[in-house]
């Protein structure tokens, strides 16, 4: 394996090799591919959003994030049918995440949590046939930040332009990865298929149900910041395989937000203030070393906090950050256990029940 393939993996990977090795130097090998390849992520996250956001607004600086975080995942997940069918699902993908956010901004609860779940269901639907491999994840976050962060005239007008530009960056990458997978395959395939009693679609209608629920009670209830709310429960209901015990995830999520919470405000009060602005890339400097799930809520912490002081201040920002993600994932595992006493337990089969 030479340098560039180790850069290509998964730090859980990299750390799995590292256990394996024999020697000192292919440790420092592995370790040197995790930590360049966690500053070249961030170097160009910084240089890709922020050339975007300049263009086209920083009020669009959102969508610039998420078309950042599906190039990186469409190079290695496709969406599991011809790319002819792919590349109109990702049309329709990014079609939902521009204009559905703006949408329910402006309709009665009622029609907001029905515009909340078709959207949403319809976005898991398209793109993630194996949530193992993490897609349900990537669009879930981007529906919810999305969702937090809607726009309207001018800024909606320069976010379809965003949304233009990554559809054509993201269209040559699937069509360059992808173009000989899934030949055979196409879109209606997958509709044809749907059953409730298949796990994948299970999972994807808790998702999209539970999701849409809370989405909707942030924004009726004004809470501020209520995507934390939306990406602590979406953390709890897209674990997969599908089960009814969110227990282990719910105490995760909990611990990883104060300790990630309470470490920014630590920095934050003892470092000067021209270095505030640099605890978001250190936090997603870090992030490219963690591969247990606590440690990446912790340092995901980081750049929402950032971004949050500006708005709050360090100690409203922290305690809001907390709040919320309390509130997410308690409404999470209660919609789950009801989800699933309710519903799940008449369909699925016994080796799942």
């Known amino acids: 394996m030479n340098f560039y393939q180790a850069l290509q993996m998964d730090p859980s990977v990299l750390k799995k090799r590292i256990a394996q090795c024999e020697t ?187 999701v849409s629920l809370i989405l909707t009670a942030g924004q009726i209830f004004g809470i501020p910041r209520f995507m934390w709310m939306g990406f602590a429960c979406a953390s709890l209901l897209s674990e997969y395989p599908y089960s009814s015990n969110t227990l282990p995830r719910f105490w995760q999520r909990i611990i990883g937000a104060l300790a990630g919470s309470g470490l920014f405000f630590i920095i934050y009060q003892i470092t000067p203030e021209f270095f505030h602005p640099l605890m978001g890339p250190l936090g997603g400097l870090c992030l490219g070393f963690c591969t247990d799930y606590r440690y990446k809520t912790a340092m995901n912490c980081f750049g929402a906090l950032m971004l949050a002081t500006s708005i709050y201040g360090i100690h409203a920002a922290v305690l809001l950050r907390i709040t919320d993600t309390i509130l997410g994932v308690c409404f999470g595992m209660i919609f789950a256990v009801i989800f699933h006493k309710l519903i799940a337990i008449k369909y699925l089969n016994e080796e799942i029940t």
């Open 24 to 210: 000192v130097r292919e440790k420092i090998f592995y370790w040197a591919a995790i930590a360049i390849r966690s500053v070249l992520i961030v170097a160009f996250a910084v240089v890709f959003i922020s050339a975007l956001s300049s263009l086209f607004g920083q009020e669009n600086t959102p969508l610039a994030v998420a078309l950042f975080c599906i190039m990186l995942g469409i190079r290695f997940v496709n969406f599991e049918y011809c790319t002819r069918d792919s590349l109109i699902t990702l049309a329709a993908a990014l079609g939902i995440l521009v204009f559905v956010p703006s949408i329910v901004g402006m309709v009665p609860p009622v029609a907001m949590v029905l515009i909340h779940f078709l959207g949403f269901f319809t976005l898991l639907y398209m793109t993630t046939q194996r949530p193992e491999l993490g897609n349900g994840g990537l669009y879930s976050f981007a529906y919810v930040y999305l969702t937090g962060n809607p726009v309207y005239g001018v800024s909606l007008e320069n976010r379809v332009l965003l949304a233009l530009v990554g559809y054509v960056v993201c269209g040559l990458i699937l069509w360059a990865k992808h173009r000989h997978s899934h030949t055979t395959v196409r879109f209606h395939h997958l509709i044809l298929r749907f059953n409730v009693k298949n796990p994948v679609h299970l999972w994807q209608l808790r998702m999209a149900l539970g």
